[in-house]
T-cell receptor
Framework: DQQVKQNSPSLSVQEGRISILNCDYT??????FLWYKKYPAEGPTFLIS???IKDKNEDGRFTVFLNKSAKHLSLHIVPSQPGDSAVYFC??????????WGAGTKLIIKP | GAVVSQHPSWVICKSGTSVKIECRSL??????MFWYRQFPKQSLMLMAT?????????EQGVEKDKFLINHASLTLSTLTVTSAHPEDSSFYIC?????????????FGPGTRLTVT
């Protein structure tokens, strides 16, 4: 049973435009959500997170939106840059325990 | 800050041999370390959670006698793949939680590519 879902395996966006990566979850007990970026043959790097008591968190070009009623979160990257091309993982946690990971979305930024 | 290293970055071994992978937190003390495995084009699969000085907690389906985890100090955890077989070939990644950082965040090592021939 997949508790965290990233339904788009890949996404292609023109450089300079907005990239929107989506993530859905099923467990209403999740209280913290994180986005990680991963390049091939490297470990994931933390990007941005959001607590369930908030609906938006912003850090530079990255903004995460949380819609608890829809059990949906999204990561917005604007403007998109070539270096943003990577696999993005959504992860969720509850009770400060392990992270539950989505399958990842491969973002391709076209020049 | 919050740098995690892994050694080796890649290893090739013969079937039946054992391989040890080290995970170190370089600039922080890690209360908890995690070991993940990633198959090509798939998500990260949590194998086990280890706390310093105690036995690791393995996820369902992960053989604890095959994947030995030792968390001897607050900066070092090791994963030993015993009697490796070709199906153990994978990308192994460790992560660590820092004592003095947001307790939800995990900091990842660069990964170790294991190929068993």
């Amino acid at each position: 049973d997949q508790q965290v879902k990233q339904n788009s395996p890949s996404l292609s966006v023109q450089e300079g435009r907005i990239s929107i990566l989506n993530c859905d979850y099923t467990n209403s007990m999740f209280d913290y959500f994180l986005w990680y970026k991963k390049y091939p043959a490297e470990g994931p790097t933390f990007l941005i997170s959001i607590s369930s008591i908030k609906d938006k968190n912003e850090d530079g070009r990255f903004t995460v939106f949380l819609n608890k009623s829809a059990k949906h979160l999204s990561l917005h990257i604007v403007p998109s840059q070539p270096g943003d091309s990577a696999v993005y993982f959504c992860a969720a946690s509850y009770s400060n325990y392990q992270l539950i990971w989505g399958a990842g979305t491969k973002l391709i930024i076209k020049p | 800050g919050a740098v995690v290293s892994q050694h080796p970055s890649w290893v090739i071994c013969k079937s039946g041999t054992s391989v040890k992978i080290e995970c170190r937190s370089l600039d922080f003390q890690a209360t908890t370390m995690f070991w993940y495995r990633q198959f090509p084009k798939q998500s990260l699969m949590l194998m086990a959670t280890s706390n310093e000085g105690s036995k690791a907690t393995y996820e369902q389906g992960v053989e604890k006698d095959k994947f030995l985890i030792n968390h001897a100090s607050l900066t070092l955890s090791t994963l030993t793949v015993t009697s490796a077989h070709p199906e153990d070939s994978s990308f192994y990644i460790c992560s660590a939680k820092a004592q003095d950082r947001s307790s939800y965040e995990q900091y990842f090592g660069p990964g170790t590519r294991l190929t068993v021939t």
